[in-house]
């Protein structure tokens, strides 16, 4: 054990394996392992590629200084790079001691580089945390209580248009009593009540075209709560605001004038029929209004100004609660106890104006909502491209009677028939024809589902010989152990497609898969994401035009002094990947 690495003075295997053990490495049953072949020594180390995988490599340092510094910086990779998405990059992918950086958007970060950025983290961790998601929801808040004012002033201004059509049908009517009265030949006094215009309320005559930009220009926590209290107020005064709650009394009372008016019509034409007839009774109808005028529903209402009082309290009520709740929870509480249908703001829109990106787990959260939030209908046409029946559905070649009556076996068998009612109900398995007609068929409603607009940038993957753009679909996973195979040949390309903001998608979080526990069976899978890109509704850009070969090693290993040596890395496999993005066309806006 007296080797030296690699000529460098006082430094021999011994100490190599002393920094192993300052790290918490041994090179015993896991890597990194220390590398020995011949006079060469170094450390072989495997890392999960966030495009390639798994892949395995060794590091020849030239001095003492060179594997401290490495070790170091592997260590620090293992416990922290997933979390602050630093990458090892490889000077060739072909290659088994490459030159290799720890990288993030393409710098290069040392190792005191390394130290500095968690140590900050573990400082400002929880407060930043903290404050960021404080002001996410003050922001969510923000665009419900606009949400809130443009739903109030919809209802404002269905109010006033709903008034002015009783208005203007009372006036009809009561324009048609006149005349029809006068026909009698009798000077009647009719008591007729005079209704009272539609009034233009508070929020009618405000414009929120630009509001939720507008509120969003300042992230500060102090502007974004000043601006809740703002909204909070304005909703308070269009709430109490005299011609809304005017309106509101009179398109109550109106019904009611409306009813009793129709009753006098009644009773008008009732006597207009008998005064064609000679011998028919003769009634007063002026006996008969006065009859209904004592009668009157209006004469037991509430007058305007008790019920003014009356909703001004109730409403002041509301908001005298409002000092007491979190700031975050105010827009929640106005929408519950006012009963109204208001969406989440979407993540793009609690993002505008902000600097941090959108993070791959809130994307994945809004597909899967969305998906969640589908009809059942559409869900289970969706589930169908991720069931054993894609093969027929994506196919290009021709399939034999054979192979269809496996599949109708298989979806017929008894112990499927639940899978079956839900999902293949409307699947015709008399024949073979009728199965794959019905099928297309099923398979067709998908144009009428609405596609999921990515809210940020996204990788997938999917193998394939080559890209076929004539295809209507590609099917893809963001997870590279789930890519798609869809040529399942030899020569097949890992594809890599960063998919960006706005590229349309349809987003499948289940799968119907082959049970292989259990024969004639098929199982219900979560956690299976998969993406169909309809390639009508999106752009293929190749952002490298070559195919990037990369071997994969495997260590081969030998006991010596009770540790573990490499002696060797031996090729597995070449693999071959191609990069490039797909965006969305400008009409899917």
């Known amino acids: 054990m007296e080797k030296i690495i690699n000529g460098a003075e006082n ?43 798994e892949l395995t490599r060794i590091f020849i340092p030239k001095t003492a200084e060179e594997a401290e510094d490495f070790l170091g910086k592997y260590s620090w990779f293992k416990k922290h790079g997933k979390k602050y998405n630093i990458s090892i990059s490889l000077s060739d992918y072909k ?17 005191e580089e390394l130290k500095i950025l968690s140590n900050n983290d573990l400082i400002q961790k929880n407060s930043t945390k903290k404050e960021f998601n404080y002001l996410k929801k003050l ?25 002015n059509s009783l208005i203007e049908s009372y006036n009809e009517k009561k324009e048609e009593l006149e005349l029809k009265t006068k026909k009698l030949n009798k000077n009647y006094v009719i008591n007729i009540i ?31 709560e000043e601006e809740i209290d703002n909204l909070v107020t304005l909703l308070e005064t269009a709430e109490t605001n005299e011609n809304l709650i005017s309106n509101k009394y009179e398109l109550i009372k109106l019904p009611l004038m409306i009813e009793e008016i129709n009753q006098k019509l009644k009773i008008v034409d009732d006597a207009l029929n008998k005064k064609k007839k000679l011998f028919a009774k003769k009634e007063r109808i002026d006996l008969q209004f006065a009859k209904i005028d ?131 109900k409307n699947l015709d398995t008399s024949s073979t024809t009728n199965f794959l007609n019905s099928l297309i068929k099923e398979a067709s409603k998908i144009s009428n589902i609405n596609c999921d607009l990515l809210e940020g940038s996204i990788n997938v993957f ?66 299976q994401p998969f993406f169909l890109i309809d390639l009508q509704k999106n752009s293929i850009k190749n952002s490298k035009s070559d195919i990037l070969k990369i071997v994969r090693y495997e260590n081969v290993l030998k006991k010596e002094n009770d540790i573990c040596l490499v002696t060797e890395l031996k090729s597995q496999k070449v693999d071959q990947y191609k990069n490039i993005v797909i965006e969305g066309n400008e009409k899917n806006e």
């Open 139 to 163: 922001k969510r808040t923000l665009f419900l209580l606009i949400s809130i004012i443009n739903e109030k002033k919809k209802i404002e201004i269905d109010i006033y248009n709903n008034l």
């Open 11 to 53: 430094v021999k295997i011994d100490v190599l394996i002393k920094m192993f053990n300052k790290y918490g490495f041994h090179s015993l049953k896991k890597e990194p392992y220390i590398y020995k072949n011949n006079d060469e020594i170094g450390i072989s180390f495997t890392f999960d590629d966030p495009l390639y995988g």
């Open 194 to 224: 005079n209704c009272n215009e539609s009034k233009k309320s508070f929020l009618f005559q405000q414009d929120f075209t630009n509001q939720k930009n507008l509120l969003l220009k300042n992230n500060t926590k102090e502007k974004l």
């Open 462 to 527: 999917f193998k394939d010989k080559k890209l076929i753009t004539a295809k209507k679909f590609i099917q893809a996973s963001n997870k590279r152990a789930l890519a798609p195979v869809q040529t399942k040949d030899e020569n097949d390309v890992n594809y890599i497609a960063l998919l960006k903001p706005k590229t349309a998608v349809y987003f499948i979080p289940e799968e119907i898969a082959y049970d292989f526990a259990n024969d004639d069976s098929l199982i219900k899978k979560s956690n």
């Open 294 to 424: 004592d009668n009157s529903v209006i004469n037991q209402m509430v007058n305007f100004e008790n019920y003014e009082n009356n909703e001004i309290n109730r409403i002041k009520e509301k908001y005298a609660m409002i000092p007491e709740l979190d700031k975050r929870t105010i827009a929640d509480f106005l929408i519950e106890f006012d009963n109204l249908n208001i969406k989440d703001p979407s993540l793009e829109e609690l993002m505008l104006n902000d600097s941090k990106e959108i993070s791959y787990e809130d994307i994945m959260l809004e597909l899967e909502k969305s998906f969640n939030q589908k009809k059942e209908e559409e869900k289970n046409i969706l589930i169908i491209y991720h069931s054993i029946l894609k093969f027929l559905i994506f196919n290009d070649q021709i399939i034999s009677d054979k192979e269809v009556k496996e599949f109708i076996n298989l979806i017929n068998s008894p112990s499927n028939i639940m899978l079956k009612i839900k999902y293949f």
């Open 95 to 111: 290659l088994q001691n490459p030159e290799i950086k720890f990288t993030k958007e393409k710098k290069e970060y040392s190792l």
